[in-house]
């Protein structure tokens, strides 16, 4: 009896010190999106303003490669692109870290810190 209570106190131990020593995961949102570290720059890209700070960033020379990103403070001055494949903005800046909770298997919602931005 004695033995059996020694090995529940010891487990009970055990399982404390783990439960306390586990770190929780942060709050989600707080490192990413706009609060997100940036991780790809970009420079003078042509890009097309979909509007409200919406862009169509391309990649390469052809509409092949494009990527879709949302401005963390939208300038609501700009005028929207006549066509989404047209390159009428020059951008500077930063993609930010993503967040999970706004990606899916198809796509990701991409945050972006505009350093520069001007009109072709």
Do not use: W
């Amino acid at each position: 009896m004695r033995l059996l209570r020694s090995s529940l106190s010891i487990t009970f131990l055990l399982f404390l010190a783990i439960t306390i020593s586990c770190k929780k995961d942060p709050e989600p949102g707080i490192n990413c999106g706009c609060n997100g570290a940036p991780y790809k720059h970009f420079e003078n890209v042509d890009a097309s303003h979909v509007g409200s700070g919406n862009y169509v960033i391309f990649e390469t020379a052809d509409t092949t490669s494009r990527l879709f990103a949302v401005a963390c403070d939208a300038d609501t001055t700009l005028a929207k692109s006549p066509q989404t494949t047209l390159r009428d903005y020059v951008l500077t800046g930063d993609l930010l870290t993503p967040c999970r909770e706004f990606q899916t298997m198809m796509y990701q919602i991409e945050r972006m810190s505009i350093t520069t931005i001007r009109k072709k």
